[in-house]
C-alpha cells in the first residue's frame, strides 16, 4: 500500500495528515469524483453546486461549514451510484477581491491569483469531492467574454439600457450600489453610509420579470428552499394591487398621478404630497416658497435613508403653494413637499387620506391638515386618538361609494376613474431594475463604444472580449470616475458602425453578473463559441442542490433567478428555475458572536486543521448543530470528534485484521446485524431529510455497538462485525473522507470508498423483535403476551390487566399488587 514518510499511523491511532497526503495523492490520480459527459451515461444525473468563494483571503471558517454540507450533499449522491457534477471555481472578480488588493498594495490580478492557487489548495486538503476539471474564475478573459457576450443580447432585447436618476453612492468605495447591495442604508461591502447621487447609469430590466420572479416561486415551495429566502424576495419584488389617479394640477396641463392600495378612500383625501426630492417638487414649487422649499430639500438631502424611513421621527414638509383637485368631487387640496413620500417609489407623489393611513395622520396633526373619516370601521375617530382606523368597514361621505364594503368601493371606483380616464386599477412593485455599472477597476469592462453619431453601439461579438487595460499602481485607484478612463488608448477606438472616431464605456460590471449564470458555464468549461452548451445544460441542470449563505436572499439569488428566465426566453437553457432545492448553512460563530478582528475571537480555520487534522474539524462542524443552524465554536469539542475517529478507525482496523470482504453476513451475530440495518436506515432518512448531527450520532452507536461485539459478543472475526465496520466507513465517507478512505483499504478493500457503496437496509433485519412475557396470578402462567423488548413497565403492566385469561383468574377479587419485571414476567397478586 501507499505509504507517506513518516506516517505515524498504527492500528490504534490514524495520523491525520499522513491520511490527508495519502488519499489526496490518490484522489488526483484516480479522479473519482469526475462527471461522465457522455450522452449514453444513463446513471441519474446529480448537479450539485456551492456557492463559490470570493479570493479575498484563504478560506475560513464559514466556508469550512458552508462547504463540508454541500460536501455531504454531494458524496451522498456519489455513494448513491449517480452521475454526479460537483464543480468549484472562484469568484475572482469584483469589489472584495479589489478593495483586499489595494488594502495590501497589490495588483488586483496579481492579489486575486495568488489567493486562488492559496484557497484551491486549501480546497484540495480540506476534502471536497469535486470535479477540478471545471474549475473556472470570473475574471479570467475566456469567462468574461461570456459575460459581454450576454450582456449585448440583453443590450439586443432592450433588457440593458442606460439612464439617469438617483443612485446609491459609497463614499468609501467610490461606486454606485444597486438597491439590493444597501443593507439597512449601508454599503453592503464596507459598511459606510449610503448617499444619494444623480448619475447616469447601466440597468438591466429586472422589473420586466417582477411577475414571473413571484409566479416561479411556486417550483420553490414545498420544502425546497428555505420559507424565509422566500418570503424576503416576495418582500422585495413588493407586489401591491391598487389604483394609479390621475390629478389635476391648478397651473398646470398634465395631471400627476399617484398610486394607491386604497383607492376606496379618494373621497378622505384631505392633501396631496409629494417627495421633496423629486423633480416634481421643484417644478411645483410656487415662486413665494421656493426658499422654504429649498431650505427643506437641502436638509432632507443631509438624511441618510434609514433616518428618512424611520416613523419615530416627527414629520416634516413644507407646502408647496399650490393645490391639486380631486378627480372625484373637485375639492382643491394643497400641495406639500415631505420626506416621507420616496421619489422612487410609485410616482414619487401621494394622495394624503389621514383618517385612514398612519403616515399621513401623523402629518396632518403636524401641520394642522384636515382629517376626513370615509370609512366607518366602529374605531374612535383619528383625528383624537392619533391612530389611524386602516380596517375593514363601510364606506361614507363617498358619493357614489356610500354603505359598501372596501373590496367592493375598490372595484366600483376604479369603474368610475376608468370610464372617466382619470385613473385604472393598476399593480405596482417595489422591485427596482439592476443597477449594474461600477466605477471601479476590477470587473467585466462593458462592451458598449459610445460614437457622437451612432449613439450606444455595442462591439460586435467577433471582436470579444474587450480586455481590461493594463493599468497600475495609482492609475487603480477608486477616484469617483471609472479608473478605466484614465488608459486613453484603450478608451479612444473607432466605432464599430461608421468607423468614426468614438469612446468605449468605461464602466465594468457589478460582480454578481458574473455569478448570475456561473453554474451555467461549470457544464462546458472551455467552451469558446458560446457561454454554454444548452443541450448539456438542459440535461444537468436546474441545479438539483444548492448550497450558500442567505446574505444572498434578495442579491445573487433574484439575480441569478432573472437570469434564468432571460435565458430561457432566448431559447438557451430549457427551464425557468436555475436551483431546484436551496440550502442556507448557519454561520460558525465564536462565543456567541460573529467571529471579527475587533472582537479578536476570529478562529483560524488552519491552524484547526493542523491540530486536530480534516475530518475531525468536518465532523465537528456537521455534528455541532444542523446544516441551517449556526456553530459556536466555543461550544464544540474537536477533540471529541477526533476521538470517535480513532475508535471507528480501530473497529474498522480489527474487522479488516480478522476476516476478508465477501463473508456473507447471513452467518454473522443477529443482534448487531439489526443494530447495523437500523443504523443503515435511519442513516439515509436522516441524510436525505438534511439532519446531518443525528446521523452521525447514529454511526457512533454503531461503532460502540461494533466495539462491544468485539470486546465482548462474537469478537473482530464475525461476520457481523465487517458488516458493521464497512458500514460505518461508507457512512463516514460524507462526513471524514481521510479516516474512511483507510479505514476501507484496511477493511482489505481496494478502491474509493466514496463511489458507488452505500447498502440498502434489510427489511426483515429491521422488524422490531419480541420476546415472550408471562402473566401469572398468584404466581401461576395464565398468559402469554409477545411484546417489544424495550416495552415500558407501565405499559406491560397495562396490557397484562387486560389479559382475559388472566382477568377470568382474578374474577371479582381485588387487586392487591403488581409485580412487573419487564419484558419478560408481571406477576398479579389478588386476595
Ligand atoms: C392612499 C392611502 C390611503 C394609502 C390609505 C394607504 C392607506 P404599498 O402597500 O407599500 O405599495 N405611497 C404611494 N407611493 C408612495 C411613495 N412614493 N412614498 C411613500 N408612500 C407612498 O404602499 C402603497 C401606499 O403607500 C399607497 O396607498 C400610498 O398611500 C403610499 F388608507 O394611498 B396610499
Ligand atoms: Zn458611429
Given at each position: 500500500?501507499?505509504?507517506?514518510?513518516?506516517?505515524?499511523?498504527?492500528?490504534?491511532?490514524?495520523?491525520?495528515?499522513?491520511?490527508?497526503?495519502?488519499?489526496?495523492?490518490?484522489?488526483?490520480?484516480?479522479?473519482?469524483?469526475?462527471?461522465?459527459?457522455?450522452?449514453?451515461?444513463?446513471?441519474?444525473?446529480s448537479y450539485i453546486v456551492d456557492m463559490f468563494a470570493?479570493?479575498?483571503?484563504?478560506?475560513?471558517?464559514?466556508h469550512a461549514e458552508a462547504y463540508a454540507i454541500g460536501d455531504v450533499i454531494g458524496r451522498y449522491r456519489f455513494?448513491?451510484?449517480?452521475?454526479v457534477?460537483h464543480p468549484v471555481?472562484?469568484?475572482?472578480?469584483?469589489?472584495?477581491?479589489?478593495?483586499?488588493?489595494?488594502?495590501?498594495?497589490?495588483?488586483?490580478?496579481?492579489?486575486?491569483?495568488?489567493?486562488?492557487?492559496?484557497?484551491?489548495?486549501?480546497f484540495?486538503?480540506y476534502g471536497i469531492a469535486v470535479?477540478?476539471?471545471?474549475?473556472?474564475?470570473?475574471?479570467?478573459?475566456?469567462?468574461?467574454?461570456?459575460?459581454?457576450?450576454?450582456?449585448?443580447?440583453?443590450?439586443?432585447?432592450?433588457?440593458?439600457?442606460?439612464?439617469?436618476?438617483?443612485?446609491?453612492?459609497?463614499?468609501?468605495?467610490?461606486?454606485?450600489?444597486?438597491?439590493?447591495?444597501?443593507?439597512?442604508?449601508?454599503?453592503?461591502?464596507?459598511?459606510?453610509?449610503?448617499?444619494?447621487?444623480?448619475?447616469?447609469?447601466?440597468?438591466?430590466?429586472?422589473?420586466?420579470?417582477?411577475?414571473?420572479?413571484?409566479?416561479?416561486?411556486?417550483?420553490?415551495?414545498?420544502?425546497?428552499?428555505?420559507?424565509?429566502?422566500?418570503?424576503?424576495?416576495?418582500?422585495?419584488?413588493?407586489?401591491?394591487?391598487?389604483?394609479?389617479?390621475?390629478?389635476?394640477?391648478?397651473?398646470?396641463?398634465?395631471?400627476?398621478?399617484?398610486?394607491?392600495?386604497?383607492?376606496?378612500?379618494?373621497?378622505?383625501?384631505?392633501?396631496?404630497?409629494?417627495?421633496?426630492?423629486?423633480?416634481?417638487?421643484?417644478?411645483?414649487?410656487?415662486?413665494?416658497?421656493?426658499?422654504?422649499?429649498?431650505?427643506?430639500?437641502?436638509?432632507?438631502?443631509?438624511?441618510?435613508?434609514?433616518?428618512?424611513?424611520?416613523?419615530?421621527?416627527?414629520?416634516?414638509?413644507?407646502?408647496?403653494?399650490?393645490?391639486?383637485?380631486?378627480?372625484?368631487?373637485?375639492?382643491?387640496?394643497?400641495?406639500?413637499?415631505?420626506?416621507?413620500?420616496?421619489?422612487?417609489?410609485?410616482?414619487?407623489?401621494?394622495?394624503?387620506?389621514?383618517?385612514?393611513?398612519?403616515?399621513?395622520?401623523?402629518?396632518?396633526?403636524?401641520?394642522?391638515?384636515?382629517?376626513?373619516?370615509?370609512?366607518?370601521?366602529?374605531?374612535?375617530?383619528?383625528?383624537?386618538?392619533?391612530?389611524?382606523?386602516?380596517?375593514?368597514?363601510?364606506?361614507?361621505?363617498?358619493?357614489?361609494?356610500?354603505?359598501?364594503?372596501?373590496?367592493?368601493?375598490?372595484?366600483?371606483?376604479?369603474?368610475?376613474?376608468?370610464?372617466?380616464?382619470?385613473?385604472?386599477?393598476?399593480?405596482?412593485?417595489?422591485?427596482?431594475?439592476?443597477?449594474?455599472?461600477?466605477?471601479?477597476?476590477?470587473?467585466?469592462?462593458?462592451?458598449?463604444?459610445?460614437?457622437?453619431?451612432?449613439?450606444?453601439?455595442?462591439?460586435?461579438?467577433?471582436?470579444?472580449?474587450?480586455?481590461?487595460?493594463?493599468?497600475?499602481?495609482?492609475?487603480?485607484?477608486?477616484?469617483?470616475?471609472?479608473?478605466?478612463?484614465?488608459?486613453?488608448?484603450?478608451?479612444?477606438?473607432?466605432?464599430?458602425?461608421?468607423?468614426?472616431?468614438?469612446?468605449?464605456?468605461?464602466?465594468?460590471?457589478?460582480?454578481?453578473?458574473?455569478?448570475?449564470?456561473?453554474?451555467?458555464?461549470?457544464?462546458?468549461?472551455?467552451?469558446?463559441?458560446?457561454?454554454?452548451?444548452?443541450?448539456?445544460?438542459?440535461?444537468?441542470?436546474?441545479v438539483d442542490h444548492y448550497i450558500g449563505g442567505?446574505?444572498?436572499?434578495?442579491?445573487?439569488?433574484?439575480?441569478?433567478?432573472?437570469?434564468?428566465?432571460?435565458?430561457?426566453?432566448?431559447?438557451?437553457?430549457?427551464?425557468?428555475?436555475?436551483f431546484?432545492r436551496l440550502t442556507n448553512q448557519?454561520?460558525?460563530?465564536?462565543?456567541?458572536?460573529?467571529?471579527?478582528?475587533?472582537?479578536?475571537?476570529?478562529?483560524?480555520?488552519?491552524?484547526?486543521?493542523?491540530?486536530?487534522?480534516?475530518?475531525?474539524?468536518r465532523?465537528?462542524m456537521l455534528?455541532?448543530?444542523?446544516p441551517?443552524?449556526?456553530?459556536?465554536?466555543?461550544?464544540?469539542?474537536?477533540?471529541?470528534?477526533?476521538?470517535?475517529?480513532?475508535?471507528?478507525?480501530?473497529?474498522?482496523?480489527?474487522?479488516?485484521?480478522?476476516?476478508?470482504?465477501?463473508?456473507?453476513?447471513?452467518?454473522?451475530?443477529?443482534?448487531?446485524?439489526?443494530?447495523?440495518?437500523?443504523?443503515?436506515?435511519?442513516?439515509?432518512?436522516?441524510?436525505?431529510?438534511k439532519?446531518f448531527?443525528?446521523?452521525?450520532?447514529?454511526?457512533?452507536?454503531?461503532?460502540?455497538?461494533?466495539?462491544?461485539?468485539?470486546?465482548?459478543?462474537?469478537?473482530?472475526?464475525?461476520?457481523?462485525?465487517?458488516?458493521?465496520?464497512?458500514?460505518?466507513?461508507?457512512?463516514?465517507?460524507l462526513f471524514?473522507?481521510?479516516?474512511?478512505?483507510?479505514?476501507?483499504?484496511?477493511?482489505?478493500?481496494?478502491?474509493?470508498?466514496?463511489?458507488?457503496?452505500?447498502?440498502?437496509?434489510?427489511?426483515?433485519?429491521?422488524?422490531?423483535?419480541?420476546?415472550?412475557?408471562?402473566?401469572?396470578?398468584?404466581?401461576?402462567?395464565?398468559?402469554?403476551?409477545?411484546?417489544?423488548?424495550?416495552?415500558?413497565?407501565?405499559?406491560?403492566?397495562?396490557?397484562?390487566?387486560?389479559?382475559?385469561?388472566?382477568?377470568?383468574?382474578?374474577?371479582?377479587?381485588?387487586?392487591?399488587?403488581?409485580?412487573?419485571?419487564?419484558?419478560?414476567?408481571?406477576?398479579?397478586?389478588?386476595?
Amino acid at each position: 500500500m501507499t505509504a507517506v514518510d513518516g506516517d505515524q499511523t498504527t492500528g490504534d491511532t490514524y495520523d491525520a495528515r499522513a491520511l490527508q497526503d495519502k488519499w489526496q495523492a490518490r484522489w488526483a490520480a484516480e479522479l473519482p469524483f469526475q462527471a461522465d459527459t457522455d450522452p449514453g451515461d444513463t446513471r441519474p444525473r446529480s448537479y450539485i453546486v456551492d456557492m463559490f468563494a470570493y479570493p479575498s483571503g484563504d478560506l475560513h471558517m464559514g466556508h469550512a461549514e458552508a462547504y463540508a454540507i454541500g460536501d455531504v450533499i454531494g458524496r451522498y449522491r456519489f455513494q448513491r451510484g449517480d452521475n454526479v457534477l460537483h464543480p468549484v471555481g472562484w469568484d475572482s472578480f469584483g469589489l472584495p477581491a479589489e478593495n483586499a488588493a489595494i488594502k495590501n498594495n497589490s495588483h488586483p490580478a496579481e492579489w486575486t491569483y495568488a489567493n486562488i492557487e492559496t484557497q484551491a489548495a486549501s480546497f484540495r486538503r480540506y476534502g471536497i469531492a469535486v470535479d477540478w476539471s471545471r474549475r473556472l474564475h470570473t475574471s479570467d478573459p475566456e469567462y468574461y467574454k461570456w459575460n459581454q457576450w450576454l450582456f449585448t443580447r440583453f443590450f439586443e432585447r432592450g433588457l440593458a439600457y442606460r439612464k439617469d436618476g438617483q443612485v446609491n453612492w459609497c463614499p468609501k468605495d467610490q461606486t454606485v450600489l444597486a438597491n439590493e447591495q444597501v443593507v439597512q442604508g449601508r454599503c453592503e461591502r464596507c459598511g459606510t453610509d449610503v448617499v444619494r447621487r444623480s448619475l447616469n447609469q447601466w440597468y438591466f430590466k429586472i422589473t420586466d420579470y417582477a411577475q414571473r420572479l413571484l409566479d416561479d416561486m411556486d417550483q420553490l415551495e414545498g420544502g425546497n428552499w428555505p420559507d424565509e429566502i422566500l418570503a424576503m424576495q416576495r418582500n422585495w419584488i413588493g407586489r401591491s394591487t391598487g389604483a394609479d389617479v390621475d390629478f389635476a394640477i391648478e397651473g398646470r396641463d398634465e395631471p400627476v398621478t399617484v398610486f394607491t392600495t386604497r383607492p376606496d378612500t379618494l373621497y378622505g383625501a384631505t392633501f396631496f404630497v409629494v417627495a421633496a426630492d423629486a423633480d416634481l417638487a421643484d417644478e411645483l414649487c410656487a415662486p413665494e416658497r421656493r426658499e422654504a422649499f429649498e431650505a427643506y430639500r437641502s436638509d432632507v438631502a443631509k438624511l441618510s435613508d434609514i433616518e428618512r424611513q424611520t416613523t419615530e421621527r416627527p414629520k416634516t414638509g413644507v407646502f408647496l403653494g399650490r393645490h391639486a383637485v380631486n378627480p372625484v368631487n373637485g375639492e382643491r387640496m394643497p400641495v406639500w413637499a415631505a420626506d416621507y413620500v420616496l421619489a422612487d417609489y410609485g410616482h414619487g407623489a401621494i394622495m394624503a387620506v389621514p383618517a385612514h393611513d398612519q403616515r399621513d395622520l401623523d402629518f396632518a396633526l403636524a401641520f394642522d391638515l384636515p382629517v376626513r373619516v370615509v370609512v366607518e370601521t366602529g374605531e374612535a375617530d383619528p383625528a383624537e386618538t392619533g391612530t389611524a382606523t386602516a380596517g375593514e368597514g363601510t364606506l361614507r361621505d363617498s358619493g357614489p361609494l356610500d354603505g359598501l364594503g372596501k373590496t367592493e368601493a375598490v372595484q366600483r371606483i376604479i369603474g368610475v376613474l376608468e370610464e372617466r380616464g382619470t385613473g385604472r386599477g393598476t399593480i405596482n412593485y417595489r422591485l427596482r431594475d439592476w443597477l449594474l455599472s461600477r466605477q471601479r477597476y476590477w470587473g467585466t469592462p462593458i462592451p458598449i463604444v459610445h460614437c457622437p453619431a451612432c449613439g450606444q453601439v455595442p462591439v460586435p461579438d467577433e471582436q470579444l472580449p474587450v480586455t481590461l487595460p493594463e493599468l497600475k499602481g495609482a492609475e487603480l485607484a477608486p477616484k469617483g470616475v471609472s479608473p478605466l478612463a484614465s488608459a486613453t488608448d484603450w478608451v479612444n477606438v473607432d466605432c464599430p458602425a461608421c468607423g468614426g472616431p468614438a469612446q468605449r464605456d468605461t464602466d465594468t460590471m457589478d460582480t454578481f453578473v458574473d455569478s448570475s449564470w456561473y453554474f451555467l458555464r461549470y457544464i462546458s468549461p472551455g467552451l469558446d463559441t458560446a457561454p454554454f452548451d444548452t443541450a448539456a445544460v438542459n440535461e444537468w441542470g436546474p441545479v438539483d442542490h444548492y448550497i450558500g449563505g442567505k446574505e444572498h436572499a434578495t442579491l445573487h439569488l433574484m439575480y441569478a433567478r432573472f437570469f434564468t428566465k432571460v435565458l430561457h426566453d432566448m431559447g438557451m437553457v430549457s427551464f425557468t428555475e436555475p436551483f431546484r432545492r436551496l440550502t442556507n448553512q448557519g454561520q460558525v460563530i465564536n462565543q456567541g458572536r460573529a467571529m471579527s478582528k475587533s472582537l479578536g475571537n476570529g478562529v483560524d480555520l488552519g491552524r484547526e486543521i493542523d491540530a486536530y487534522g480534516v475530518d475531525a474539524v468536518r465532523l465537528t462542524m456537521l455534528f455541532a448543530s444542523p446544516p441551517e443552524e449556526d456553530v459556536d465554536w466555543a461550544d464544540v469539542s474537536v477533540v471529541a470528534a477526533q476521538k470517535f475517529l480513532n475508535r471507528a478507525y480501530r473497529v474498522m482496523n480489527e474487522a479488516g485484521a480478522a476476516s476478508k470482504p465477501g463473508a456473507d453476513p447471513a452467518a454473522g451475530d443477529a443482534d448487531l446485524r439489526r443494530a447495523t440495518h437500523h443504523a443503515i436506515d435511519q442513516v439515509t432518512n436522516l441524510i436525505e431529510s438534511k439532519r446531518f448531527n443525528v446521523a452521525i450520532a447514529r454511526v457512533m452507536e454503531l461503532v460502540s455497538a461494533a466495539r462491544k461485539a468485539i470486546d465482548s459478543g462474537p469478537g473482530a472475526a464475525d461476520p457481523a462485525v465487517r458488516e458493521a465496520a464497512e458500514f460505518v466507513a461508507v457512512s463516514l465517507s460524507l462526513f471524514a473522507p481521510y479516516v474512511a478512505e483507510e479505514g476501507w483499504e484496511r477493511l482489505g478493500h481496494t478502491g474509493t470508498v466514496a463511489v458507488g457503496n452505500w447498502p440498502d437496509a434489510d427489511p426483515a433485519l429491521l422488524v422490531q423483535e419480541t420476546v415472550t412475557c408471562v402473566v401469572q396470578v398468584q404466581s401461576k402462567v395464565r398468559d402469554k403476551l409477545s411484546v417489544a423488548p424495550d416495552i415500558d413497565p407501565a405499559e406491560l403492566e397495562r396490557l397484562a390487566l387486560a389479559s382475559e385469561k388472566a382477568q377470568g383468574f382474578i374474577g371479582d377479587k381485588q387487586i392487591r399488587k403488581v409485580i412487573v419485571r419487564a419484558p419478560k414476567l408481571v406477576n398479579i397478586v389478588v386476595g
